[in-house]
């Protein structure tokens, strides 16, 4: 099916490991971005991108660093993982047009506890 | 700076009877607005959106939205509320860059 995949769905990391969270989208979007999502706190813009080659800052940059070599693909990297960073992550993709879109599209989701 | 509102952390109402999820904004120029969905353990869904054109605002499900441009409001309405309404709703809202802003979310719990 057609849509925003993200991998892994689950992930606990120890303090000051890295890792990769994967996203992945087969709609040829140009627009991709993460999220993190915490209580009381909605969705927070980690980064983002306009296209392959292209990545900005978000609201709560640091400690991420993403990349876009392909229009499918913008994995998020975590350099030194903290317990701050415990968090539900949320990758989303739209088209670039956004009056003829109808919103984004939401991966399902990657839970990361960081002990 | 762009800004989204939701003043409820939660609202409550029987089923059968009509909801109102409430959203203020704040941004520089036309606001494009948004309202989507999340279930439990699941990413977000679309429910509509307001670009420009007419105030009402027709999306998934049976809800809907009315852009209120004095009152920097775009409050998601349903007539007649269902048990599966229950969900975490989010507004977010765009202008003049491709960052969306979401607000803080609020749960609707619709009781039988």
């Known amino acids: ?115 | 700076a762009q800004s989204v509102a939701q003043p409820e952390d939660q609202v409550n109402v029987a089923e059968g009877n009509p909801l109102t999820v409430k959203c203020t904004y704040s941004v520089s120029g036309n606001p494009y607005l948004f309202w989507y969905v999340q279930y439990p353990n699941r990413g977000l869904q679309f429910l509509l959106k307001y670009i420009t054109g007419d105030n009402l605002v027709k999306g998934s499900y049976g809800f809907e939205a009315e852009f209120n441009k004095s009152q920097t409001s775009f409050h998601l309405k349903k007539p007649s509320a269902l048990v599966s309404d229950s969900a975490l709703y989010f507004c977010a809202v765009i202008s003049g860059t491709y960052k969306y802003i979401f607000g803080t979310g609020t749960r609707l719990k619709v009781l039988a």
Not at chain 1, 5 to 12: A, G, I, L
Not at chain 1, 71 to 81: C, V
Not at chain 1, 84 to 111: E, H, I, K, M, W
């Open chain 1, 1 to 115: 099916n057609a849509g925003v995949t993200q991998t892994p769905k689950f992930q606990v990391l120890k303090t000051g490991q890295s890792m990769t969270l994967q996203c992945a989208q087969d709609m040829n979007h140009e627009y991709m971005s993460w999220y993190r999502q915490d209580p009381g706190m909605g969705l927070r813009l980690i980064h983002y991108s306009v296209g392959a080659g292209i990545t900005d800052q978000g609201e709560v940059p640091n400690g991420y660093n993403v990349s876009r070599s392909t229009t499918e693909d913008f994995p998020l990297r975590l350099l030194s993982a903290a317990p701050s960073q415990t968090s539900v992550y949320f990758c989303a993709s739209s088209p670039l047009d956004r009056t003829s879109n109808y919103g984004y599209t939401f991966g399902s989701g990657t839970r990361l506890t960081v002990v």
